[in-house]
């Protein structure tokens, strides 16, 4: 593994600036997770550590869609991984972006979202991305625990591969930190997303050359791989974008194949993989690839394994134990 690659690994979480972000893009609120069956998807979460589970049931939300105002209906769950907070979504009824979404994706996280304070700070938003050529997506109101919660998604996905979100409401507190570490997407070239978020004002892609070890696995076969990837670190997670080749077969060709670019992982670390890794297991999931960087058990080494999770909610849970 390259040193730049190393570096990215023990700077997770680190918080980053960038001439011109608004404070409130320091912190991630909570993601909008977009699922054709939100009772199977947030049953099998549930196993991997969701928690403080909120089912909203059926709801209807007033949205406005590319500037079209309708109605539409859908089953919303809320919930806790630890300190990322989730809003996972099943669109039942209506055509606004949640199911262009799931039409074109299947499931995924669909958004990242940051809370601000008032309606003035999400217009102000509003105009200042305007002026940048981005124009709001859908503007959603739905109940929260403590009143109504106003969404606003910008319509940069098409360049910035996942759906940038603002909230205004009252939010409960996430969990206990440490819980998530990274959040990662997948990709198919990198300078244009790049250019792309800087010219929001968040940073730029920090690229390096990722060249694992030799003793890399995909589906308990020998791996090789070498792929390029980026690290945006304004957050309390950091961003990963990853560039993967076609060949050898890799688990992010594999999400690009099945989902197209997105949000491919989530990083989750551990104080023991191998134990990490049986518990998944026992729940029936397998390890899709695994690797290591360093010398294993020393000081800036590490080992990691994505577990099969796909299937549930169309995000891989990356097991990570850096020492």
């Not at 040193?3 to 690994?9: P, Q």
């Not at 977009?34 to 969701?50: I, M, P």
């Not at 910008?154 to 360049?159: L, N, S, V, Y």
């Amino acid at each position: 593994m390259s040193t730049r690659l190393l570096l990215g690994f023990l700077l997770l979480g680190a918080l980053g600036s960038a001439a011109g972000m608004p404070d409130f893009y320091k912190k991630v609120s909570q993601v909008t997770w977009v699922v054709k069956d939100v009772d199977t998807v947030v049953g099998a979460w549930k196993e991997f550590g969701l928690r403080d589970v909120h089912d909203l049931g059926t709801i209807t939300v007033k949205e406005r869609y590319r500037g079209r105002g309708q109605t539409a209906a859908i089953h919303a769950v809320t919930g806790n991984l630890g300190n990322l907070a989730i809003v996972m979504i099943e669109p039942q009824s209506g055509s606004g972006a949640y199911t262009d979404f799931l039409h074109r994706h299947g499931d995924g996280i669909f958004a990242i979202v940051h809370h601000v304070e008032s309606p003035e700070a999400v217009k102000a938003e509003i105009d200042r991305l305007g002026h940048a050529d981005v124009p709001v997506l859908e503007q959603v109101t739905m109940p929260g625990d403590a009143g109504p919660l106003s969404y606003t998604y910008f319509d940069t996905e098409p360049r910035g591969k996942y759906v940038l979100g603002l909230v205004q409401g009252s939010l409960p507190t996430p969990g206990p930190p440490g819980v998530v570490s990274h959040l990662a997407t997948a990709i198919r070239e990198a300078p244009d997303v790049s250019k792309f978020w800087a010219s929001l004002g968040l940073p730029a892609l920090d690229m390096a050359h990722a060249t694992p070890r030799d003793d890399s696995r995909y589906r308990g076969k020998p791996l090789l791989l070498t792929f390029d990837v980026g690290w945006q670190r304004h957050t309390q997670f950091t961003y990963e974008w990853i560039i993967p080749p076609t060949d050898p077969p890799n688990i992010y060709a594999d999400f690009l194949k099945r989902h197209g670019e997105g949000v491919q992982h989530i990083g989750m670390p551990v104080e023991d993989l191998n134990a990490a890794i049986a518990r998944y297991q026992k729940l029936g999931y397998s390890v899709w690839q695994s690797g290591a960087w360093g010398d294993i058990g020393k000081p800036h080494s590490g080992q990691y394994a994505y577990m099969d999770t796909d299937a549930k909610g169309g995000v891989t849970v990356e097991l990570i134990h850096p020492y």
